[in-house]
């Protein structure tokens, strides 16, 4: 019971780690240096709280452009208008700025003046979810650690356009238009501390190429991906969350050791067209198989090597990890084997 509580407390430290990290900087106390305590000019389209001087509420307005920034301005609620541009000048005071959400708006790549962006030197956060960017924007600033763009039409990422973003920590691709030439062997260089990569809802065929090093949540759910290379996973040794339901994946376009990758804790392989359980790490936790077209569960080769001489008190140490299992939608029939459960003791749910 401890060990699973250690595991649920884990996972969401894992989960979350790139969003609590980086709000840790966000939230703290501004220097009184940093902004004039009585500048407390608010644009006439907006809302300044009192009690919160350093936001800026936009929101829901109608707005077409974006209003003069006050320089004491850290976080920017722009969601839900028609703004269509990013120009240089209503930012130029705006040197605080850590956070600005312009999701919902109609923004295209035309529409983003060059530097306009990358001349906020602090910013951490940038939302611009439900746009009309064709390609990632660039350039960047720096100092970035969150960059939302799911919901738009990206189909391009021009080249460097990552190089200088060694901070960012999650990049978020969903549900846009990004085919398998979007990627170069280079496109993800410089991510060095990227953590969770989320590319679900494309049209990807293939695996994307060379990841950073320090992925550890990859999500690729819904697309057309009918394969996996062999040593995939060599060039992201630390992934642990592996989400790639809704996709083409069968027995043939996997690498010959399977998910055998010590460091994956969680993999999602529903809604796929597998027909066998692929081999898997003793170090995995949740395995989720459902609706495939798998007919029967070959333990003797899915059981994850154990060693032969440990006593059976340490089995449950050092033996498979594998908590949780979904078999259901295939075409197994019950009931489940016995020498499933003698290999995965530690299994608390197997749906079937």
Not at 52 to 79: D, H, M, Q, V
């Amino acid at each position: 019971m401890a060990s699973t509580i250690c595991f649920i407390l884990w996972v969401v430290f894992v989960t979350d780690t790139v969003w609590t990290r980086s709000v840790r900087q966000v939230y703290e106390a501004s220097d009184p240096e940093d902004w004039t305590m009585h500048d407390f000019d608010c644009p006439r389209e907006c809302f300044c709280p009192p009690s919160f001087p350093t936001a800026l509420y936009c929101e829901n307005r109608g707005l077409k452009e974006i209003p003069a920034i006050p320089s004491r301005i850290w976080y920017l609620y722009l969601e839900n208008n028609l703004i269509e541009t990013i120009p240089e000048k209503p930012f130029e005071n705006a040197t605080q700025l850590r956070w600005i959400n312009l999701n919902k708006n109609k923004i295209t790549n035309y529409g983003i003046e060059k530097g306009a962006l990358s001349q906020l030197k602090k910013l951490l956060f940038l939302f611009l979810e439900d746009n009309e960017l064709e390609e990632v924007p660039s350039p960047l600033p720096r100092s970035l650690e969150q960059l939302q763009l799911a919901r738009n039409k990206v189909s391009r990422i021009p080249q460097g356009t990552f190089s200088n973003l060694e901070n960012l920590t999650l990049l978020d691709l969903q549900h846009n238009k990004l085919l398998d030439n979007a990627f170069q062997r280079d496109t993800f260089k410089g991510l060095k501390n990227l953590m969770q990569l989320n590319m679900a809802k494309n049209a990807l065929r293939n695996m994307p190429p060379r990841l950073p090093a320090n992925t550890m949540q990859l999500f690729l759910d819904n697309n057309s991906i009918e394969g996996i290379p062999e040593n995939y996973f060599n060039v992201i040794p630390k992934v642990a969350f592996l989400r790639l339901n809704h996709n083409k994946l069968s027995d043939a376009g996997l690498p010959s050791s399977g998910f055998n990758v010590s460091s994956i804790l969680d993999l999602q392989l529903s809604h796929n067209q597998l027909t066998k359980v692929p081999k898997i790490s003793a170090h995995l936790q949740h395995l989720y198989l459902d609706h495939n077209k798998i007919r029967n569960v070959n333990v003797s080769v899915i059981c994850p090597s154990t060693p032969t001489t440990l006593p059976v008190e340490d089995s449950f140490s050092y033996g498979p990890h594998l908590r949780y299992l979904r078999l259901d939608g295939n075409e197994i029939k019950p009931p489940i084997p016995m020498d499933l459960m003698t290999c995965f003791r530690l299994l608390q749910a197997v749906i079937i």
